[in-house]
C-alpha cells in the first residue's frame, strides 16, 4: 500500500455513491454494528479510511466490497448520516469496470438472481440455484462446499411445495426485460 496511492479516489468514490466518505472520523459505530463485518478482509471502518488515504487497490481488490448486505444498520448509526451500502454498490461497479475479480460465489448469486427475473419476470428459486451451482462448477473448492445439504433442504422445500418446481412467466414480462436495456447490470467478467 502506499506507492500507488490515488488522491482522487475519495472524490470519485463521494461522487459515484452520493455519500459523504470524506466526513468519516473513524468512530467505528459502523463496524460495531455490522452483522457481516466479522467475515470481511476489511472492517466498514477500515475501507472508509483507506478511501480517504487514495489506497484504491487495497478497496476496489478486498472482498469486503463483495460481502455487504445492504441492511442499512451502519448509516442508522453513523453520526455523520454516511450510508456505507449505497457505497458498497458504487464501489462494486468501480472495481467491475476497473477489471478486479469479484468475490465468486457472491458475483454467481447476483448474476443468477438477474438472469431470473430476466427470464420469468421475477425469481424462480430452483432455476435460479441450479445457475448458482453451475457458475461455480469451474470452483470445485466452493461447488462443493454444503452442496449435499443444500440438495437435502432443496429437496425438502420442493416435497413440501415451498418452492415451484415449475417455473411461471409474469404477464408484463416485455416491460421487465426492457429494465434491463436502460439499466445495464452490466458486462458478465470472469470471477
Ligand atoms: S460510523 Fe460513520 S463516522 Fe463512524 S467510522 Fe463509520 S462511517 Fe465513519
Ligand atoms: S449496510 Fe453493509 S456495511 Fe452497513 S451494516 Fe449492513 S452489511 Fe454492514
Given at each position: 500500500m502506499g506507492a500507488s496511492r490515488d488522491l482522487s479516489f475519495a472524490e470519485m468514490v463521494q461522487e459515484q455513491s452520493?455519500?459523504?466518505?470524506?466526513?468519516?472520523?473513524?468512530?467505528q459505530k459502523c463496524t460495531a454494528g455490522c452483522p457481516v463485518a466479522y467475515a470481511m478482509d476489511v472492517k466498514p471502518a477500515q475501507l472508509l479510511r483507506l478511501i480517504q488515504l487514495g489506497e484504491k487497490e487495497a478497496v476496489l481488490g478486498s472482498s469486503a466490497i463483495w460481502?455487504?448486505?445492504?441492511?442499512?444498520t451502519c448509516g442508522a448509526r453513523c453520526p455523520n448520516q454516511i450510508y456505507l451500502a449505497g457505497m458498497y454498490d458504487a464501489l462494486r461497479q468501480m472495481a467491475l469496470g476497473e477489471g478486479y475479480a469479484p468475490e465468486p460465489s457472491v458475483y454467481a448469486l447476483h448474476r443468477s438472481f438477474l438472469d431470473s427475473i430476466k427470464m420469468?419476470?421475477?425469481?424462480?428459486e430452483l432455476t435460479m440455484l441450479m445457475e448458482y451451482k453451475m457458475r461455480l462448477l469451474p470452483k470445485p473448492a466452493i461447488f462443493f462446499d454444503g452442496l449435499v445439504s443444500d440438495l437435502m433442504m432443496g429437496g425438502g422445500l420442493i416435497a413440501k411445495g415451498k418452492i415451484s418446481f415449475v417455473p411461471e412467466r409474469v404477464k408484463r414480462l416485455k416491460e421487465v426485460r426492457r429494465l434491463y436495456e436502460t439499466n445495464s447490470p452490466g458486462t458478465e467478467v470472469e470471477p
Open positions: 452520493g455519500e459523504p466518505v470524506q466526513r468519516c472520523y473513524f468512530c460481502l455487504c448486505v445492504n441492511c442499512q420469468w419476470g421475477r425469481v424462480h
